[in-house]
């Protein structure tokens, strides 16, 4: 049997970033500029707040940045808050065959200690590179199967793929790193409980696993050694104990290594929801531009999606209808809808104003779901007795122009428009950034300046 945790550490340790196809490296760079905006923008949720406060309170400071707020954190501090930050709203990048969110662990793992070491920013984007292509090939072995064990797999595997990164950061060999690895196994968690209750927990989870690999890539560098050298594959090792004995395909994790790069598959989302929500608001969006009925022509709203889908963002129907918080209303079909046909756009920075909403809550009222396991469609029937329709089939990629719109309307109401401008100058070209502390100097100076 291949022992895949040393293919992965042999490869991390020996990749260098022209090995790595231009179109993958501008994907990883439009994921990281992409997450520094989600970040700055979940700075100003009272969570995020409190995040902060507590790890400040028991901190005795140091030379990291907390993006969007004045602490100065250690490299582990800092890798747990912007961890937090990049998926406190779900509006991450995702890798969907995977399930699972890589650059809101790996870009927080690389960026601390980043900044703590001085390193360049082509260091940093090809250590994310690699973490990201190994929590994906990971995520891609067992899909579906950590979540049906109750894991969360975004943190699960991102921790082994945290490990790789920051190993990578501190230019490991393939046994430290291998090391850091079994270190990282022994350190992955993650429950889906969050998922199945709606609890508002998210980001911490991914904050924890990026302190952890960090961690791990630390420990194997002063020579602290792992439980074992087959901790992926071997028994009772990661999959094993976390997709089950069987559950899994090794081969999915080495299979076309450096070859076909999976990270350059991740989907950018243009809505502050699951990305399984994105056919549906393409499709309502659509038809209000083309009808240009006005809410008040609106009789009757209703769609189609799949089984599983309804039972997410549909039901518990009394639930659903009037979400109580910004995770249910962004897990919410007749609340998703209803602002998209109501007001034209589906903003993450509106969605706590438009919880109280009479409008929305009125549309809310006029929505009606119908089962469709082949597409997603949605309906307006006007009290005239019209019948609009319009139908998505697949999940279309966001345009760059839309990733970069959207970078710009989080991260500007926190640094102003002209340090947006040139924290996105800087991403373009992270590849001949000297000393990333140029760039991450500039996330921590926002409106929260006294947290």
Same mark, same amino acid.
């Given at each position: 049997?291949?022992?895949?945790?040393?293919?992965?550490?042999?490869?991390?340790?020996?990749?260098?970033?022209?090995?790595?196809?231009?179109?993958? #490296?501008?994907?990883?760079?439009?994921? @990281?500029?992409?997450?520094?905006?989600?970040?700055?923008?979940?700075?100003?949720?009272?969570?995020?707040?409190?995040? /902060?406060?507590?790890?400040?309170?028991?901190?005795?400071?140091?030379?990291?940045?907390?993006?969007?707020?004045?602490? !100065?954190?250690?490299?582990?501090?800092?890798?747990?808050? &912007?961890?937090?930050?990049?998926?406190?709203?779900?509006?991450?990048? %995702?890798? =969907?065959?995977?399930?699972?969110?890589?650059?809101? /662990?790996?870009?927080?793992?690389?960026?601390?200690?980043?900044?703590?070491?001085?390193?360049?920013?082509?260091?940093?984007? @090809?250590?994310?590179?690699?973490?990201?292509?190994?929590?994906?090939?990971?995520?891609?072995?067992?899909?579906?199967?950590?979540?049906?064990?109750?894991?969360?797999?975004?943190?699960?595997?991102?921790?082994?793929?945290?490990?790789?990164?920051?190993?990578?950061?501190?230019?490991?060999?393939?046994?430290?790193?291998?090391?850091?690895?079994?270190?990282?196994?022994?350190?992955?968690?993650?429950?889906?409980?969050?998922?199945?209750?709606?609890? *508002?927990?998210?980001?911490?989870?991914?904050?924890?696993?990026?302190?952890?690999?960090? #961690?791990?890539?630390?420990?194997?560098?002063?020579? %602290?050694?792992?439980?074992?050298?087959?901790?992926?594959?071997?028994?009772?090792?990661?999959?094993?104990?976390?997709?089950?004995?069987? &559950?899994? $395909? #090794?081969?999915?994790?080495?299979?076309?290594?450096?070859?076909?790069?999976?990270?350059?598959? %991740?989907?950018?989302?243009? *809505?502050?929801?699951? *990305?399984?929500?994105?056919?549906?608001?393409?499709?309502?969006? !659509?038809?209000?531009?083309?009808?240009?009925?006005?809410?008040?022509? %609106?009789?009757?709203?209703?769609?189609?999606?799949?089984?599983?889908?309804?039972?997410?963002?549909?039901?518990?129907?009394? /639930?659903?209808?009037?979400?109580?918080?910004?995770?249910?209303?962004?897990?919410?079909?007749?609340?998703?809808?209803?602002?998209?046909?109501?007001?034209?756009?589906?903003?993450?920075?509106?969605?706590?104003?438009?919880?109280?909403?009479?409008?929305?809550?009125?549309?809310?009222?006029? =929505?009606? *779901?119908?089962?469709?396991?082949?597409?997603?469609?949605?309906?307006?029937?006007?009290? $005239?007795?019209?019948?609009? !329709?319009?139908?998505?089939?697949?999940?279309?990629?966001?345009?760059?122009?839309?990733?970069?719109?959207?970078?710009?309307?989080?991260?500007?109401?926190?640094?102003?428009?002209?340090?947006?401008?040139?924290?996105?100058?800087? /991403?373009?070209?992270?590849?001949? #950034?000297?000393?990333?502390?140029?760039?991450?100097?500039?996330?921590?100076?926002?409106?929260?300046?006294?947290?």
């Amino acid at each position: 049997m291949e022992n895949v945790s040393e293919s992965l550490a042999e490869f991390a340790a020996s990749t260098s970033l022209d090995a790595v196809p231009d179109r993958v #490296l501008k994907t990883a760079k439009l994921s @990281i500029l992409d997450a520094i905006g989600t970040a700055l923008l979940s700075s100003g949720l009272e969570k995020s707040k409190r995040t /902060v406060r507590a790890v400040k309170s028991a901190s005795s400071g140091g030379r990291t940045t907390a993006w969007g707020f004045s602490f !100065r954190a250690s490299a582990l501090e800092s890798a747990l808050l &912007n961890g937090m930050l990049i998926e406190g709203l779900d509006y991450s990048d %995702i890798h =969907v065959g995977a399930g699972l969110h890589p650059t809101s /662990v790996i870009l927080p793992a690389v960026a601390s200690y980043g900044e703590f070491s001085h390193a360049s920013g082509g260091q940093v984007l @090809i250590s994310h590179v690699l973490g990201c292509e190994t929590m994906i090939r990971l995520g891609l072995s067992a899909p579906g199967r950590f979540h049906a064990r109750g894991f969360q797999p975004t943190s699960l595997t991102g921790v082994v793929g945290a490990a790789v990164a920051a190993s990578k950061m501190m230019g490991l060999p393939t046994r430290a790193i291998q090391e850091a690895m079994s270190l990282g196994s022994t350190l992955a968690f993650g429950s889906s409980l969050s998922v199945r209750v709606g609890a *508002y927990f998210g980001g911490v989870d991914s904050g924890m696993a990026a302190e952890s690999g960090l #961690l791990a890539a630390l420990l194997a560098r002063e020579g %602290i050694a792992g439980i074992a050298r087959d901790s992926i594959e071997g028994r009772f090792g990661f999959m094993d104990a976390h997709a089950g004995p069987g &559950n899994y $395909d #090794l081969g999915r994790v080495t299979r076309g290594l450096g070859k076909t790069w999976e990270m350059g598959h %991740i989907f950018l989302k243009r *809505y502050p929801t699951s *990305y399984a929500c994105t056919p549906m608001l393409d499709a309502a969006l !659509r038809l209000r531009r083309r009808s240009k009925l006005s809410v008040g022509e %609106i009789e009757e709203i209703r769609f189609g999606d799949t089984a599983p889908n309804i039972g997410l963002f549909s039901e518990p129907e009394e /639930v659903k209808r009037r979400p109580a918080n910004i995770y249910d209303a962004k897990t919410s079909h007749y609340f998703l809808l209803a602002l998209a046909l109501g007001y034209g756009e589906v903003k993450a920075a509106e969605l706590e104003a438009k919880l109280t909403d009479q409008q929305v809550r009125e549309l809310s009222n006029r =929505v009606r *779901y119908s089962l469709d396991d082949k597409t997603h469609w949605v309906e307006v029937r006007t009290k $005239d007795g019209r019948v609009r !329709r319009e139908t998505q089939d697949t999940l279309v990629a966001t345009p760059e122009r839309d990733v970069r719109r959207k970078f710009s309307e989080n991260a500007s109401p926190v640094l102003g428009a002209e340090t947006s401008d040139e924290i996105e100058e800087m /991403v373009d070209a992270l590849e001949e #950034l000297p000393d990333i502390t140029q760039l991450t100097r500039l996330l921590g100076t926002g409106r929260r300046s006294q947290t």
